[in-house]
């Protein structure tokens, strides 16, 4: 928070909570979260038995309460027995989220704020690395701490970083570059496909596949090789559908694109060799968390300096007006052609990991469907940010699953979430910001204390 | 503030009040349902959630050795996509505790389903799903429904003994995974009774086409017995009037796929008189699968397809595996194999759709029912051929 912010919004409770809460650095909350997670893993299971809960709330206690509502609505609409005594779990798990979560953040990062402070100065003139290595470390810590508590968690996380890393690979794209480009599942399912090939043709027995080509104790260490050869090959498919588009703008570019997610599908849906539309099953189970989160994390980092860099700034010139990027030299061929296959490639290494985290992979996976849900990540979080594919990835994935009990009203509210945002931010939640690290990292002003 | 605190204190003793009636709940029996409530084929999620409810209804409570316990069914939307399936799934075992999963339907779901259940040791049948991957190599996993390389046979020998057919036609999607299959099952089948090159016309067309004539031209042309035509049943009516138009007399044969959906509303009197091979017949049906037809269609208005029948008999036989453990001993872990190896032994099940027992593979061995769509449209019984 700046000194406008709090000049602006002075009273009431959550103007309060923010005061108290200012000041506080990325670190400060980073270890608020890990207390947090340290708090639940001791005391969650036996809190959640205290207040009735059949179990420990495990997407932050969001499920517990849309389960309730769903049994409502079922009394309601269809007359189905309502027992009263599930209404209190809606208030359990409000008690359970400030217990186990926001008291513990906003505890630690009170009270560590001083602290947290003084050591994020002390890093802050370090070379960047280590303070970033602090940080994400501090960061997967929590989530592995968090996402150890229950498999549906880790499968949960595991396919939200995904989601992130297509998202931003979309952003590229429809953000920064400012075209509308609908191939991105295609280029997933070209990612997918080869590096199952990879890993399920070379390394195990498979029905459609044949038998494992090289069969070899130690071929957990090929996957990234794999996934990269997904990624250059989904890179190369999308030279294939950018040579000609590229030629077009606008709505023509959307048009081709599309035209081309349906050439891919159909591609892999007549391939009998390679399962047809029956698919490729049997993926060997190399996708753990900490994998997907060093693969996330560097697609977010070289998404990062390769939007920040020339050619960002570049794209960004073409973006608002090809014509006067043009006239101030930018090769604006060369600099959509480059965005393109980036985004491709990114794509392709989350099809890759996609594909070895549900382990199976057919073509109807990729089909309009991922389209309207990647689509719909980029503009609810934010065109042009990297915050905001990963505010749009995260939300949009989490709300999904929390709001499954409510079975067809999900697709009412989501909906109608998105469209709330499109009129009020048309842009997106977190737009136009620029992620830089070191600033994230620095320390924070406490209020009443001047530097 | 003051409120707000005191608010905080009335409900946490009201949670302490009222909890002991939650825990006390321990004599209940969780199973999970992983079906497509949303998504893009919502009536298979209803048809399974239908008959799930029904069999409640009719049985709330099951006797395991000495002890009653009550049924809860958990449905879980699966939005008929695969990596909401393995969500979905993972939920239900982890979050849910369930002792045994009944579902997915579909092999787009039910195969990457698999792989969690068999990976978490908890006992899962799928009554719809048709590819041989959602139980190969799992233990934990097995399915409702017979085959498309046992189909296949099926179709090719009745064409032969009841048709008289000694030259076939065969037209599919060869775009679609399970006509294809289907249909390169048939032709060997036929092949081996009469003979290469006794399957006379073998025509392929791409989904969503609309236009036979140039293959029907063909089918008419090679001078085949019989047509065999494996297709969904949105597009059966369209194939039959064209094979009309282009005058193909001679009967039509078709798989399980005729059977879901309203064909007759799409097809009308074209239809009459010709056959498919299917799971289960509805009109003309006896005893308990008349009983389940009766019951269902005054419960929901329309006729059971094939989904609801698999799913009912697929909880049935998962519920008498329950049974036949001799008592639950409380460990889910525990239980959840005793149930799996109970499945596993389970010979003979009385099933609507035919009596049911697993191979090793977890794949049951089943009789087909071959129906002929009767003068009123009705999909009346005419064989059961058996294995």
Redesign the interface.
């Known amino acids: 928070m700046t000194g406008t912010d709090q000049a602006t919004v002075t009273r009431g409770l959550p103007a309060a909570v923010g005061r108290l809460l200012a000041g506080v650095p990325l670190l400060g909350w980073l270890l608020g979260f890990l207390a947090a997670v340290l708090v639940e893993r001791t005391i969650g299971d036996t809190l959640a038995?205290?207040?009735?809960l059949?179990?420990m709330p495990?997407l932050f206690g969001i499920l517990t309460v849309s389960k309730v509502i769903a049994e409502i609505i079922n009394a309601v609409v269809k007359n189905t027995a309502f027992d009263p005594?599930l209404l209190?779990h809606i208030?359990?798990a409000l008690?359970y989220l400030s217990v186990v979560y926001l008291l513990p953040i906003a505890a630690v990062a009170r009270l560590g704020a001083r602290a947290a402070n003084r050591a994020a100065a002390i890093m802050d003139r370090w070379n960047l690395t280590i303070p970033a290595a602090v940080h994400i470390g501090l960061m997967y810590l929590t989530l592995h701490i968090w996402a150890a508590m229950?498999?549906?968690r880790l499968?949960?996380l595991k396919?939200t970083l995904i989601a992130v890393l297509l998202t931003l690979s979309l952003n590229i794209i429809n953000g920064y570059m400012g075209e509308f480009s609908c191939s991105h599942p295609g280029f997933m399912a070209v990612g997918a496909y080869m590096s199952s090939l990879f890993t399920v043709g070379l390394f195990v027995d498979d029905?459609v596949l044949g038998k494992a080509l090289m069969p070899w104790a130690l071929d957990f260490l090929t996957f990234p090789l794999a996934l990269i050869f997904g990624g250059i090959c989904a890179s190369v498919a999308a030279l294939l559908v950018a040579i000609p588009s590229f030629k077009t703008r606008g709505d023509y570019l959307a048009i081709i694109s599309l035209a081309f997610l349906f050439i891919i599908k159909?591609l892999f849906?007549?391939l009998q060799g390679l399962g047809?539309?029956?698919?490729i099953?049997?993926q060997p189970d190399w996708a753990a968390l900490p994998v997907i989160f060093v693969v996330v994390g560097l697609g977010i980092w070289s998404i990062n300096n390769f939007v920040t860099s020339t050619y960002g700034k570049a794209l960004n010139a073409v973006r608002d007006d090809e014509l006067a990027a043009e006239a101030m030299t930018v090769n604006t061929r060369q600099a959509k052609m480059t965005a393109f296959l980036v985004g491709a490639f990114w794509a392709g290494i989350a099809g890759g990991l996609?594909a070895h985290?549900?382990?199976?992979?057919?073509p109807?996976?990729f089909g309009i469907?991922k389209l309207a849900e990647v689509l719909a990540m980029v503009y609810f979080g934010g065109l042009n940010s990297v915050y905001g594919s990963i505010v749009g990835a995260v939300s949009i994935s989490l709300l999904g699953?929390a709001l499954?009990p409510l079975?067809?009203l999900?697709?009412i509210i989501i909906p109608l979430m998105l469209i709330l945002v499109m009129i009020y931010r048309p842009t997106g939640l977190v737009a136009f910001r620029d992620f830089d690290l070191r600033e994230a990292m620095k320390p924070k002003t406490e209020p009443g204390q001047r530097k | 503030m003051r409120h707000g605190r005191l608010l905080i204190a009335v409900l946490l003793c009201a949670g302490l009040v009222i909890s002991p009636s939650v825990w006390a709940a321990s004599d209940v029996i969780n199973i999970g349902f992983p079906i497509p409530l949303t998504g893009d084929n919502p009536d298979v999620g209803a048809s399974s959630k239908n008959a799930a409810e029904m069999y409640l209804k009719k049985f709330p409570t099951v006797k395991v050795g000495a002890k009653t316990y009550k049924l809860n069914f958990i449905y879980e939307d699966n939005e008929f996509k695969a990596e909401s399936a393995v969500k979905a799934l993972t939920k239900l075992i982890t979050e849910e505790e369930v002792l045994a999963v009944v579902g997915p339907q579909a092999s787009a779901q039910a195969v990457p389903a698999g792989e969690i259940a068999n990976n978490n040791a908890t006992p899962m049948i799928s009554p719809w799903s048709t590819n041989p991957n959602t139980t190969l190599n799992r233990p934990y996993v097995f399915r409702g429904c017979f085959l498309d390389p046992f189909q296949g046979p099926v179709a090719a020998n009745f064409v032969t003994e009841e048709l008289g057919a000694k030259k076939a036609a065969v037209l599919y999607d060869i775009a679609s995974d399970y006509p294809k299959g289907l249909a390169e099952f048939f032709k060997q089948a036929f092949e081996k009774i009469h003979g290469p090159g006794s399957v006379v016309a073998f025509e392929s067309f791409t989904t969503g086409d609309k236009d036979f004539s140039a293959q029907m031209a063909n089918i008419v042309a090679s001078g085949a017995d019989v047509l065999f035509t494996p297709q969904y049943y949105s597009e059966v009516p369209l194939i039959v009037r064209a094979a009309k138009e282009n005058g193909f007399n001679k009967p039509i044969m078709g798989s399980d796929s005729w059977g879901s959906g309203d064909l007759m509303g799409l097809c009308g009197d074209d239809c009459k008189g010709f056959y498919f091979s299917t799971h289960y017949a509805a009109a003309g049906a006896r005893g308990a699968t008349k009983a389940f037809i009766d019951e269902y269609t005054a419960a929901f208005g329309k006729t059971p397809d094939d989904v609801a029948a698999l799913t009912w008999d697929s909880l049935g036989i998962m519920i008498q595996a329950i049974q036949n453990t001799g008592g639950l001993s409380g460990d889910l872990k525990a239980d959840r194999t005793k149930v799996k190896d109970a499945l596993a032994s389970i010979k003979d099940y009385p099933g609507i759709t035919g009596k049911m027992t697993f191979t090793p593979e977890g794949d049951p061995i089943k009789c087909a029912v071959v129906v002929k769509i009767n003068e009123q449209g009705q999909f009346a019984f005419h064989k059961s051929v058996c294995p």
């Open positions: 038995q205290t207040l009735g059949p179990k495990v005594a209190v208030p359990a008690v229950s498999d549906y499968i949960t396919i029905k159909s849906e007549n047809g539309a029956r698919g099953a049997g996609l985290v549900v382990r199976y992979i057919n109807a996976m469907q699953e499954r079975e067809i999900k697709w």
